[in-house]
């Protein structure tokens, strides 16, 4: 194997800038050129592949979002448009891929190689943390750290007007970030897809807390949860304890922003270990880490979550939350 490619693709996350540097840096310490593939696999299919080099990563482990741009490739899911990738790739005598992205990132690569190749490493690259096979994708902790700070200034403002708020954060069929940023912010209230939630119940339970003196109560709630979004339980939660409520609705802010320094190190990370496992000849793997430790795991794998919530602190949620 002589070149690499790498590419970005799905939703950007902090900590993609990082690993692509590391891949960079691992492949050409290795004396192997890399290739950057603009915008996942959508510009793979336009041939958008360009050679990166030490001074195309200078200062961009800081940067959010992905220096490769990333997209959606619908024509990638038809196996006309793999085969068009695969002979992309054969013409630029790319050898390996690297593949940051979510679910369906590393799905499309699984397919990819089971229809004749290039050999494809994936890494975990999504806000949403729903893979198997690593403890921590890119940018969960960042958005995690965006999501608390936007939750511990609205308590200070619910705090100071007696309102009830409630604050919707990212997670279409995930409640990791609902669940680690509410719990950090001292949430009376988290409301996660994965669990079951009785809004009669939690409004009861507001009840007690308020008799007791709670001033101010904030909710966290996935996008994704049936029970519907920010607005739909305000507005019962409201009408349930006769207090004036508040939704707000975080959106595209929990993406953006400067990767805090965990999502630098795990980007670097799994970059350097995914340029490892072309090397040492693994292919259709995920390298995650877990317990601290790189471990690889087959696509078919990785991608056959959602990932479970951490049971440990979803179990605080009946005793804080
Ligand atoms: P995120 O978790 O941020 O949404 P993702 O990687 O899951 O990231 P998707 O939009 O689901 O994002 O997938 C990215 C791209 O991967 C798609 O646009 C498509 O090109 C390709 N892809 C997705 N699913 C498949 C599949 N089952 N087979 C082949 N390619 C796929």
């Not at 490769?68 to 790739?89: H, S, V």
Request: proline letters at 4%; glycine letters at 16%.
């Amino acid at each position: 194997m002589r070149r690499i490619g790498v590419l970005t693709s799905g939703g950007d996350a902090p900590g993609m800038n990082a690993c692509i540097r590391a891949v960079v840096r691992a492949g050409l310490a290795a004396g192997l050129e890399v290739a950057g593939i603009r915008r996942g696999y959508l510009g793979l299919l336009a041939g958008e592949l360009e050679p990166l080099d030490r001074p195309d990563v200078v200062n961009v482990i800081q940067l959010g979002g992905t220096i490769l741009g990333t997209a959606r490739a619908p024509r990638f899911e038809r196996r006309e448009g793999r085969d068009a990738a695969r002979q992309i790739l054969a013409d630029a005598g790319i050898g390996g891929l690297v593949l940051i992205g979510g679910d369906g990132t590393l799905k499309g690569g699984g397919a990819l190689v089971d229809e004749g190749g290039p050999a494809c490493i994936g890494v975990p690259g999504t806000i949403d943390n729903d893979l198997l096979g690593t403890d921590r994708s890119l940018g969960f902790a960042t958005a995690v750290d965006t999501a608390l700070g936007a939750i511990d200034r609205i308590r200070d403002t619910a705090t100071s007007h007696e309102i009830l708020h409630v604050v919707e954060v990212m997670g279409r069929h995930s409640g990791w970030i609902a669940l680690a940023s509410g719990v950090a912010g001292g949430a009376e209230a988290i409301v996660v897809p994965e669990t079951p939630t009785d809004l009669d119940a939690m409004a009861d339970r507001i009840r007690d807390e308020i008799d007791h003196g709670k001033r101010a109560v904030l909710v966290v709630v996935a996008e994704g949860d049936p029970s519907g979004g920010a607005v739909a339980i305000a507005d019962h939660l409201a009408a349930a304890l006769d207090l004036e409520s508040r939704a707000t609705i975080l959106g595209h802010v929990q993406r953006g922003g400067s990767p805090i320094a965990a999502d630098r190190i795990l980007g670097t990370s799994l970059g350097a270990a995914a340029v490892d496992s072309l090397l040492e000849g693994r292919n259709a793997v995920m390298v995650g880490e877990v317990g601290g430790r790189i471990v690889h795991s087959p696509f078919a794998e990785a991608t056959s979550g959602p990932a479970p919530l951490d049971p440990h602190l979803l179990g605080l949620l009946d005793r804080f939350g």
